[in-house]
């Protein structure tokens, strides 16, 4: 799976506002969200960082259960 790519489908599909790219990429979305991803990621885990916590913000984790279910 390749998360930079899918990170770029979550944006286009939210249609956010790039608001800044220097060492990090700063996206706002209309509802007020503001995302921060790094333009140059010098890691190799920072795509899927970024898919996480891009999903977290904008409520799209369906891959966990309900609070309190184990």
Known sequence: M???HE???ILKEQQPTLVRKRKHEVWKFPN???FVG???PSDRKSAYADLRVLRHILNLDTDRGLPGER
């Open 38 to 40: 790094s333009s140059t």
């Open 7 to 9: 990170v770029e489908n």
């Open 32 to 34: 007020g969200v503001i």
């Open 2 to 4: 390749n998360y930079r």
